[in-house]
């Protein structure tokens, strides 16, 4: 059967689309409320939106990769290693709400220094600050949502979100703008309903895991020393990889701020309506790294070309149809967020322009997202790691290159599109040529 795994990869798939697509939504939907509380708020969620991502896409890479472990103990049917995988995960949670608490406050301040008009810059550091402090909840939540997606069950992972999603789209709403009697907080608010709206679905998730038995078994509760360094040499290179991905982004949204405010409102509403491809491919990449993952633990490495192939199709047909949209109704789109202020018709003529930027790389973007999530699912996470190291380390210096001697909105895209178009093309090469056989994520 030509297309044997693509129903496999749709059961898993749609519900962790969902679940990716919810948060999508939040970030939509403190973006237009922001707008309608001031355009520097939207310019300056941009960046320090970014930037909390950046921060917590390090601890959410490493804690979550506990995930990866879950699926090869589940596909190998080892009840035990499914427990103990999910404890290295949660261990890892912990001490990551511990440090990214200790450095909030000092980190923020930083948004100070990157030459943003001062409004924007006290916005970006009181949204930082703020969901930053916060971070114990959306990693210990990606933790248990991996635990629960390796052992086949993203349905409840949907169920979660979006109980998640309707807790920050109500506080938003009510604590940036003083609707309902709350107070009338402005960017903070959209801060503080992120932090509520975590805490509530971290909350499900324990309650979950403890009917489960996974609080109260001691045998899987126990730390052991030996694997959790095993499991770090693995899960710190994923968890450096999305962090280094998110730095490059962040710095590419700092670099435009130099350009002007509404360059940097355009590009961070760009980003934002880029987000509804993205999650949702995410979500079939995420899917995709559990058969893998399933595959590998009964020892199918066979089966693995085949997934990965397949997966990107579906992938590639879903950013087709957004690319589609995406360039033939810009205006539209950027309009939803650009608010009615002075400055609403130049962010829409801005963003409509970055929106055909959009179209074309989020083509690209689908091998980026399926095969790096396989590769990383299959136990690449050091190789990843290295090569996007360097990839990104040569896109930020061509970026300088351009904001010190010919700084243009134009040309600072096209970068960025390039920069897409090659990671993808080496994600698809390490995939065919197989490297990733050699790795073994359990123990036999």
Same mark, same amino acid.
């Given at each position: 059967?030509?297309?044997?795994?693509?129903?496999?990869?749709?059961?898993?798939?749609?519900?962790?689309?969902?679940?990716?697509?919810?948060?999508?939504?939040?970030?939509?939907?403190?973006?237009?409320?922001?707008? @309608?509380?001031?355009?520097?708020?939207?310019?300056?969620?941009?960046?320090?939106?970014?930037?909390?991502?950046?921060?917590?896409?390090?601890?959410?890479?490493?804690?979550?990769?506990?995930?990866?472990?879950?699926?090869?103990?589940?596909?190998?049917?080892?009840?035990?290693?499914?427990?103990?995988?999910?404890?290295?995960?949660?261990?890892?949670?912990?001490?990551?709400?511990?440090?990214?608490?200790?450095?909030?406050?000092?980190?923020?301040?930083?948004?100070?220094?990157?030459?943003?008009?001062?409004?924007?810059?006290?916005?970006?550091?009181?949204?930082?600050?703020?969901?930053?402090?916060?971070?114990?909840?959306?990693?210990?939540?990606?933790?248990?949502?991996?635990?629960?997606?390796?052992?086949? @069950?993203?349905?409840?992972?949907?169920?979660?979100?979006?109980?998640?999603?309707?807790?920050?789209?109500?506080?938003?709403?009510?604590?940036?703008?003083?609707?309902?009697?709350?107070?009338?907080?402005?960017?903070?608010?959209?801060?503080?309903?992120?932090?509520?709206?975590?805490?509530?679905?971290?909350?499900?998730?324990?309650?979950?895991?403890?009917?489960?038995?996974?609080?109260?078994?001691?045998?899987?509760?126990?730390?052991?020393?030996?694997?959790?360094?095993?499991?770090?040499?693995?899960?710190?290179?994923?968890?450096?990889?999305?962090?280094?991905?998110?730095?490059?982004?962040?710095?590419?949204?700092?670099?435009?701020?130099?350009?002007?405010?509404?360059?940097?409102?355009?590009?961070?509403?760009?980003?934002?309506?880029?987000?509804?491809?993205?999650?949702?491919?995410?979500?079939?990449?995420?899917?995709?790294?559990?058969?893998?993952?399933?595959?590998?633990?009964?020892? @199918?490495?066979?089966?693995?070309?085949?997934?990965?192939?397949?997966?990107?199709?579906?992938?590639?047909?879903?950013?087709?149809?957004?690319?589609?949209?995406?360039?033939?109704?810009?205006?539209?789109?950027?309009?939803?967020?650009?608010?009615?202020?002075?400055?609403?018709?130049?962010?829409?003529?801005?963003?409509?322009?970055?929106?055909?930027?959009?179209?074309?790389?989020?083509?690209?973007?689908?091998?980026?997202?399926?095969?790096?999530?396989?590769?990383?699912?299959?136990?690449?996470?050091?190789?990843?790691?290295?090569?996007?190291?360097?990839?990104?380390?040569?896109?930020?210096?061509?970026?300088?290159?351009?904001?010190?001697?010919?700084?243009?909105?134009?040309?600072?895209?096209?970068?960025?599109?390039?920069?897409?178009?090659?990671?993808?093309?080496?994600?698809?090469?390490?995939?065919?040529?197989?490297?990733?056989?050699?790795?073994?994520?359990?123990?036999?």
């Amino acid at each position: 059967m030509i297309f044997k795994h693509v129903p496999a990869l749709l059961k898993l798939a749609i519900p962790m689309i969902l679940s990716t697509s919810a948060i999508a939504m939040m970030q939509i939907i403190d973006a237009i409320v922001l707008s @309608r509380y001031s355009s520097d708020a939207v310019a300056a969620i941009g960046p320090s939106g970014l930037a909390v991502i950046l921060f917590q896409g390090f601890l959410f890479g490493t804690a979550g990769y506990a995930g990866t472990f879950v699926a090869h103990s589940h596909g190998r049917g080892d009840t035990h290693g499914v427990g103990t995988s999910a404890w290295l995960g949660i261990y890892t949670a912990l001490a990551s709400g511990v440090l990214a608490l200790a450095v909030a406050w000092p980190v923020a301040q930083l948004f100070l220094l990157a030459g943003h008009e001062p409004q924007v810059a006290a916005y970006e550091c009181i949204y930082f600050w703020i969901c930053m402090a916060g971070s114990i909840f959306p990693v210990l939540g990606g933790a248990l949502a991996g635990w629960l997606s390796g052992i086949g @069950r993203p349905v409840i992972v949907t169920g979660v979100t979006f109980v998640s999603f309707a807790v920050n789209a109500v506080l938003a709403w009510g604590l940036v703008l003083g609707e309902w009697g709350l107070p009338c907080m402005g960017i903070a608010g959209a801060a503080s309903a992120t932090v509520a709206a975590q805490a509530v679905a971290v909350i499900l998730y324990v309650i979950m895991f403890a009917q489960a038995g996974g609080l109260t078994d001691p045998v899987v509760r126990r730390f052991d020393w030996v694997e959790f360094c095993r499991f770090l040499l693995l899960a710190v290179p994923m968890g450096v990889r999305i962090s280094v991905e998110l730095a490059a982004w962040t710095l590419f949204l700092i670099v435009i701020g130099r350009l002007g405010t509404v360059e940097l409102a355009a590009s961070s509403i760009a980003f934002r309506i880029n987000g509804t491809v993205f999650f949702p491919a995410l979500g079939l990449g995420q899917a995709a790294g559990v058969l893998v993952g399933h595959a590998r633990g009964a020892g @199918r490495d066979e089966d693995i070309p085949a997934i990965g192939w397949q997966s990107l199709m579906v992938c590639e047909v879903w950013m087709l149809a957004m690319a589609l949209i995406f360039a033939l109704t810009p205006a539209p789109l950027v309009s939803i967020f650009a608010g009615d202020g002075p400055e609403s018709t130049r962010i829409i003529e801005t963003g409509s322009l970055l929106m055909k930027f959009v179209a074309f790389y989020c083509i690209f973007d689908a091998a980026n997202i399926v095969i790096g999530s396989i590769l990383a699912s299959a136990g690449d996470t050091l190789w990843i790691a290295r090569t996007f190291f360097v990839c990104s380390g040569i896109f930020l210096g061509l970026l300088w290159l351009i904001d010190q001697n010919m700084p243009s909105l134009v040309a600072e895209w096209s970068l960025a599109t390039f920069f897409v178009f090659a990671t993808a093309v080496i994600w698809s090469l390490r995939f065919q040529a197989g490297g990733w056989r050699k790795n073994e994520v359990i123990r036999a």
